[in-house]
């Protein structure tokens, strides 16, 4: 067991692309933790996803022996963190197991939003932090401009910044002796009673639940019969071990060390991430502060599009909830749709995660309702509700007040694209609290709702920005809102999957976009169908999808008019009758498009 002052624990954080997992696998390939026949890039990506789109979904850990320029030998617990905005929640635990972080800033593209975000997080939890410049080999790197910005921007002194490129590997050797040199050493005591954090955890075929522990104090040991302090449940170790990042079993495991641990747990959702683990018979006196559980914030419907695959869906959503705490589901109807699920989501990358593992990793197509976020209700009796499907929003003249939730958004965009950002943000009804300049970028920050964010706000904002602005956002609470329930009428009939929540002042434009949209999308009948979008009883957009019409005078052939006019009557009368009790078949294709909300 590696002695306390030889132990270092780290993480590494960063905006997305700025080099983390690239970064990873160097320290990994420099201290031998694999060989040069299993290495391959992005090797704590584990996720097909993660490798496909370049992304870090999971936060993954792993240990390196590192033999030092003074003949020591050290430990090192790396744990690699998402760098999006949907996932902060599993970098904010990530960094509570450790003591350091290696704060990684691309040379050529300087201090982003996210990195501003992952920053103040180290230093909530009273990291060292060790600024480090990635990318150097690129001809457009400026190191010099980019260590004034993160002393100008985050208020670290960067004069000592180690400048190295992930890539090549320059530079790497003086990095692992800073992270010796610079970062503490973990402190706990070996003797006392079993005290360990509950990092994370996932589902394995094979072994059931692996749990990710650091122990703080006292020893994790194979047979030890452990508590969950939140839970009060009481399991046996079965195996302890580390990653390296392969999974290797050890003896045991001591204070400062992270590590991982199986007990036969059968579910994920029995293991809370932030949890005391500590023994059955020497209990520790106080739990660990621990994390606030994750939030959902979106939420949507899943449907399958072949109503028979609605069990396998059940069992996908089931086996999805095992490796992903933080993805919630519960049993829904749809008059329009059939069986389902509502589903709640950290943010819309985590949704668009999710529909494309169950796409992938089950082989059953979903359809997707659209997007909302949880809206606070006060009834006229005082009653307060949770509203999360748009649906079940009761009758207007029930309720006193709505309310959504708002978001302090931050945006660091270059001078050249500050207009169409700003315009971006006043039209999503934001209010600009601040405005100012890092270098020749500008530095906005806007509160905004949170319903405008959820549909294409991201989307909206890289393609204004050509791509260069980036974002990051928090949420700050409730305010009230003059909000009202959007109904979409085919032929008369609600159509429940389409209504949704909107701004009264937003009302009438995104009604008259969906109306003309599904003008497009619906097949045309034998009959007229009216396509209307309605605030309660009034129609606020109408388009008409115009009938199919069979020439029924086309065996008449001289003679008076009489005939033709007969038979033309005789066909209004029929589609009048077929208007009054004729089905709309609505494809499932013109859900899908329908829901995706266009540029405008």
Not at 56 to 67: D, E, F, G, M
Not at 365 to 372: C, L
Not at 405 to 412: E, N, Q, R, V, Y
Request: net charge negative.
């Amino acid at each position: 067991m590696p002695n306390l002052a030889h132990i270092r624990n780290f993480s590494i954080i960063a905006h997305i692309d700025h080099g983390k997992s690239t970064l990873a696998d160097r320290l990994i390939q420099k201290c031998g933790g694999l060989t040069a026949r299993e290495m391959k890039e992005q090797v704590l990506d584990s996720m097909e996803l993660e490798r496909e789109r370049g992304i870090t979904i999971k936060a993954q850990t792993v240990r390196l022996i590192y033999h030092a320029r003074d003949g020591e030998t050290y430990t090192l617990n790396l744990i690699d963190t998402p760098g999006h905005v949907d996932f902060t929640y599993e970098v904010s635990r990530s960094l509570s197991a450790v003591e350091g972080s290696l704060l990684v800033v691309d040379a050529s593209q300087g201090v982003e939003a996210q990195t501003l975000a992952n920053v103040y997080q180290a230093i909530e939890n009273d990291h060292e932090i060790i600024p480090v410049l990635n990318k150097i080999d690129l001809p457009a790197a400026e190191p010099d401009r980019i260590k004034e910005q993160i002393e100008d921007v985050i208020g670290l002194d960067a004069g000592d910044a180690l400048e190295i490129s992930a890539k090549t590997g320059d530079g790497i050797d003086d990095l692992l002796e800073a992270i010796i040199a610079r970062l503490p050493a973990p402190r706990g005591d070996p003797d006392a009673p079993l005290k360990a954090l509950l990092v994370d955890s996932w589902y394995d075929a094979y072994l059931g639940v692996v749990v990710l522990v650091r122990v703080i104090g006292g020893h994790l040991k194979r047979g030890q019969r452990i508590k969950m302090m939140q839970t009060g449940a009481v399991y046996s170790v079965d195996r302890v071990g580390v990653m390296t990042p392969k999974g290797v079993e050890v003896e045991a495991l001591g204070p400062g060390e992270i590590g991982f641990l199986t007990a036969s747990i059968k579910q994920v959702a029995d293991t809370a991430v932030g949890d005391t683990i500590t023994e059955e018979k020497r209990p520790a006196a106080e739990p660990l502060p621990g994390f606030n559980p994750a939030q959902p914030v979106v939420f949507c419907g899943f449907f399958p599009v072949d109503s028979s695959e609605f069990e396998d869906l059940r069992d996908a959503m089931a086996k999805l909830r095992l490796n992903d705490a933080s993805f919630s589901y519960e049993m829904e109807t749809s008059a329009a749709l059939g069986f389902g699920f509502r589903c709640g989501f950290l943010g819309l990358l985590h949704l668009e995660i999710i529909r494309e593992r169950i796409e992938r990793e089950f082989n059953i197509e979903i359809i997707t309702t659209a997007p909302s976020v949880i809206y606070r209700i006060t009834l006229t009796d005082g009653a307060e509700i949770e509203l999360h499907n748009p649906a079940d929003m009761p009758d207007p003249v029930k309720i006193e007040e709505i309310e959504e939730p708002w978001i302090k958004a931050t945006i660091l965009v270059p001078d050249d694209y500050l207009g169409a950002v700003l315009k971006l943000c006043e039209d999503r009804r934001g209010i600009q609290q601040e405005l100012t300049y890092v270098g020749s970028r500008a530095m906005v920050i806007y509160q905004l709702p949170l319903n405008e964010v959820v549909f294409d706000f991201y989307d909206r904002l890289k393609s204004v920005s050509r791509g260069y602005a980036s974002f990051d956002y928090e949420i700050t609470g409730y305010q009230v809102g003059d909000l009202v329930k959007m109904q979409i009428l085919v032929n008369a009939e609600p159509v429940d999957a389409l209504s949704i929540i909107v701004h009264q002042s937003r009302a009438e434009m995104r009604g008259r976009a969906m109306c003309e949209k599904l003008k497009d999308l619906i097949p045309r009948h034998l009959f007229q169908i009216p396509v209307q979008a309605a605030i309660g009883g009034r129609i606020i957009a109408r388009e008409n999808i115009r009938a199919l019409r069979k020439d029924v005078t086309a065996k008449c052939y001289g003679g008076d008019g009489t005939r033709k006019k007969k038979l033309l009557e005789r066909q209004k009368e029929g589609k009048k009758k077929m208007r009054a009790f004729g089905k709309v078949e609505i494809p499932q294709d013109a859900f899908i498009k329908a829901l995706k909300m266009d540029e405008n």
